[in-house]
């Protein structure tokens, strides 16, 4: 059974910090090295949006609306890929989503609540 689990959400204060996991298993994963993982985030009413990758090798990339404030980092002896958030503002409050993708095929946790909110 192939599965990414997120770990890591909750309410935080605008400017606050969180850390969400996201730990990858199943026999799909058994070479997570080969996966380029990313998170997504879906705010109510708006569509499901690409806030972070990291590829195979290492190289990251982040949405404009993040970059200096969200790191994303990948342990794949530990199959895992975090996304360190920091500056939290309100806008940021959304349902994150980890991703999993190989060749074509893209695989989804079940996402995780932020809510930046005073």
């Known amino acids: 059974q192939v599965q990414l689990v997120e770990s890591g959400g909750g309410l935080v204060q605008p400017g606050g910090s969180l850390r969400l996991s996201c730990a990858a298993s199943?026999?799909?994963?058994?070479?997570?090295?080969?996966?380029?993982m990313a998170w997504y985030r879906q705010a109510p009413g708006k569509q499901r949006e690409l806030v972070a990758s990291?590829?195979?090798?290492?190289?990251?990339a982040y949405d404009d609306s993040v970059k200096g404030r969200f790191t994303i980092s990948r342990d794949n002896a530990e199959k895992t890929v975090s996304l360190q958030m920091i500056g939290l503002n309100p806008e940021d409050t959304a349902v994150y989503y980890c991703?999993?993708?190989?060749?074509?095929?893209?695989?989804w946790g079940q996402g995780t609540q932020v809510t930046v909110s005073s």
């Open positions: 990291i590829s195979t090798g290492g190289r990251t």
């Open positions: 199943g026999e799909i994963f058994s070479i997570f090295s080969i996966f380029t």
């Open positions: 991703n999993g993708r190989f060749v074509n095929t893209d695989y």
